[in-house]
C-alpha cells in the first residue's frame, strides 16, 4: 500500500510540474528567447538571449570579436531599452528600440559609453528573432 501511494504522490507532482513550466511559458514576455543582432555601421554581428518577465528584460549577448556579457532593461509599449554590461568593460552601451507588431523583429539606435571607442560612440541596431525560438 505504502509503494502504491508513494506512485500517486509521484504522479500527482509530475502533474503540478507539469502546470508549473506550461504558466511559466505562458507569462513569458515577447522578448524572451534568442535574437540574431546586427550593429551598424560596424557590422558587428552576435546573439542576444533575452528573458522577459512583466516589463522587465534580463539576458546575456555574445558578439563578433569575443564580447560577451549580460543585458538589463525593459520593455513598455513596444518600446525596448537595454544596457550592456561587458564582461570586461562593465557598462558599456545603451540600446534603445521598438519591437515590431508581430514580435519578430526590434530595430533602434545604440549609444557607447566609451566616447573613443572603435566603430564610434553611437550607431544603430537591429535583431531579427532566431529560427526556433519562441
Known amino acids: 500500500d505504502r509503494m502504491i ?18 504558466s511559466r511559458q505562458a507569462v513569458a514576455g ?60 562593465g557598462r558599456s552601451m545603451e540600446l534603445q528600440g521598438t519591437l515590431s507588431s508581430d514580435g519578430s523583429q526590434i530595430r533602434g539606435t545604440w549609444l557607447n559609453y566609451d566616447l573613443a571607442a572603435e566603430g564610434g560612440s553611437e550607431g544603430q541596431w537591429s535583431a531579427t528573432r532566431a529560427e526556433g525560438s519562441p
Not at 501511494?5 to 506550461?22: K, S
Open 5 to 22: 501511494d508513494h506512485l500517486r504522490r509521484i504522479e500527482l507532482l509530475e502533474g503540478r510540474l507539469g502546470q508549473i513550466r506550461e
Open 30 to 89: 515577447p522578448l524572451s528567447g534568442s535574437w540574431q543582432v546586427v550593429l551598424l555601421p560596424t557590422q558587428q554581428r552576435g546573439e542576444f538571449t533575452l528573458t522577459q518577465t512583466g516589463t522587465i528584460v534580463t539576458g546575456t549577448y555574445t558578439l563578433e570579436g569575443g564580447w560577451t556579457g549580460s543585458l538589463q532593461g525593459t520593455l513598455v509599449n513596444r518600446k525596448v531599452y537595454l544596457v550592456r554590461i561587458d564582461s570586461r568593460l
